[in-house]
């Protein structure tokens, strides 16, 4: 299968990225630099600042913005940041294992109003997975106890938190911990990954017994359903591949190797509404020999999103990978 090179056509997707920017380089979070969620209308290229953390004190919103993740209407998108009280303690830590999501809790914007609104709290690390497919309910994890250095492994919480009310609910303690979860096309099931036998299972929304749903013979992340149900897409091994329910995968998209860093995919493929084409988020990170002449850093971290049509490969750059982000999410306009 040759690797598509991904191009710049008006004929692709339209619709909105959101995504986490550094805004100040300067100022230290435990990975370096602060960041603001900013909006890029696809075709257009117009760019507008959705956060400003810096802008209401009162707020107590922090700069480690990152992960923003839209509903399925676009009107609202979640994101992990910390809180601004954070950040001396922040200051300490090295955002290597077992603490990568220390201090980060799941925060809320309505993007036509602008407000910002804390949902979470709790200082151990929150993970948002997704939305459920009526945009009410939302997943996500959250260490069950503080890890150390000597014993990093520690269980995963899984929590279905319900944006109405503001409340979660635990429904699961996984072992293994938890490395992706997604919702069920009906949204009655969260179905999750976890280690050591990377099958997939899955958990009734309101809690109870997990079953094994997939048992893959190979690696595979981010299985989801195709609009009308018929089709399914996954990542591995660094290839995208779309298959009939129950038939045989078609690799369809490769990620191309890069100089200085490795690329890998940032979260599960995203269907078009028409079901022709699949965006998929890219993830760029490595280090270079001089600093950046932006960040002053040798390290960087660089989020693409590209759509892929189905029937023939061809590739559209979405978000081009130019700039230091913290992750990126897509929502279809038309």
Not at 43 to 66: C, E, F, M, Y
Request: one cysteine or more.
């Amino acid at each position: 299968m040759p690797s598509p090179i991904a191009v710049r056509d008006p004929g692709g997707p339209r619709g909105l990225v959101v995504y986490s920017r550094l805004v100040s380089s300067e100022d230290y979070t435990a990975d370096g630099g602060r960041f603001d969620l900013f909006l890029l209308e696809v075709p257009s290229g117009k760019v507008t600042r959705l956060t400003d953390h810096q802008s209401t004190p009162t707020l107590n919103l922090g700069g480690a913005i990152r992960r923003p993740a839209f509903s399925h209407d676009g009107k609202r998108i979640l994101f992990l940041t910390d809180y601004a009280s954070s950040d001396d303690r922040r200051k300490t830590m090295t955002g290597a294992a077992p603490y990568p999501d220390s201090f980060l809790n799941v925060w809320q914007l309505a993007l036509r109003t602008r407000e910002v609104t804390p949902v979470t709290r709790g200082d151990l690390g929150w993970n948002v997975f997704g939305w459920s497919p009526n945009d009410r309910f939302f997943c996500a994890k959250y260490l069950s106890r503080a890890g150390s250095l000597d014993s990093p492994a520690t269980p995963d919480d899984l929590y279905v938190w319900d944006t109405a009310t503001l409340k979660g609910r635990r429904i699961a303690r996984v072992a293994n911990g938890i490395e992706d979860a997604y919702w069920s096309a009906d949204g009655s099931r969260i179905i999750y990954r976890s280690d050591p036998s990377k099958h997939l299972f899955a958990i009734p929304r309101v809690g109870g017994r997990s079953k094994t749903y997939v048992q893959p013979e190979a690696e595979m992340l981010g299985y989801v359903y195709s609009t009308d149900g018929k089709k399914v897409a996954y990542t591995g091994s660094g290839t995208v591949y779309v298959s009939g329910r129950g038939g045989k995968s078609k690799p369809l998209y490769k990620l191309v190797e890069t100089p200085n860093g490795a690329s890998t995919f940032d979260g599960p493929p995203i269907w078009s509404k028409d079901g022709r084409w699949l965006i998929i988020k890219t993830k760029y990170v490595g280090g270079t020999k001089v600093r950046d002449p932006v960040t002053g850093w040798y390290a960087f971290q660089r989020n693409g999103l590209v759509a892929v049509r189905i029937a023939d490969g061809h590739a559209v750059v979405l978000k081009e990978p130019n700039e230091e982000t913290r992750g990126l999410d897509w929502h279809e306009t038309d």
